[in-house]
């Protein structure tokens, strides 16, 4: 049976095998979580409790709330993609580089 790995096990195999320093891998980390952060952040202070919105009459009230809850998810979905792909092409160039140091050490065996 094959075993996937999620996200993070991705994510520190490729910090434990680079040659990446702890401190750059702590700031990178921080600087890669910031953007849903902040997006977290956004929602959590301009959301309007559901008893505001639940006991305005003004449908207004409802628009603006699917607004605000459409708009997070569509930019949590954007970091998302966005993060797949930087790792997706980070463990495509880890792959090739591990295929390159193996052909070049096999053909120096010969």
Same mark, same amino acid.
């Given at each position: 049976?094959?075993?996937?790995?999620?996200?993070?096990?991705?994510?520190?195999?490729?910090?434990?095998?680079?040659?990446?320093?702890?401190?750059?891998?702590?700031?990178?980390?921080?600087?890669?979580?910031?953007?849903?952060?902040?997006?977290?952040?956004?929602?959590?202070?301009?959301?309007?409790?559901?008893?505001?919105?639940?006991?305005? $009459?003004?449908?207004?009230?409802?628009?603006?709330?699917?607004?605000?809850?459409?708009?997070?998810?569509?930019?949590?979905?954007?970091?998302?993609?966005?993060?797949?792909?930087?790792?997706?092409?980070?463990?495509?160039?880890?792959?090739?580089?591990?295929?390159?140091?193996?052909?070049? $050490?096999?053909?120096?065996?010969?």
């Amino acid at each position: 049976m094959k075993r996937h790995f999620t996200q993070s096990e991705r994510l520190n195999t490729i910090a434990l095998v680079s040659d990446i320093s702890g401190c750059g891998y702590h700031l990178a980390t921080m600087l890669g979580l910031l953007p849903a952060q902040v997006i977290n952040v956004y929602l959590g202070s301009t959301l309007r409790s559901m008893h505001d919105v639940l006991h305005e $009459s003004h449908v207004t009230g409802y628009i603006v709330f699917a607004f605000q809850i459409l708009i997070g998810i569509t930019l949590m979905v954007w970091v998302v993609q966005k993060a797949r792909k930087e790792l997706t092409i980070a463990i495509m160039q880890a792959e090739l580089g591990r295929e390159t140091i193996s052909t070049s $050490s096999s053909s120096s065996i010969s």
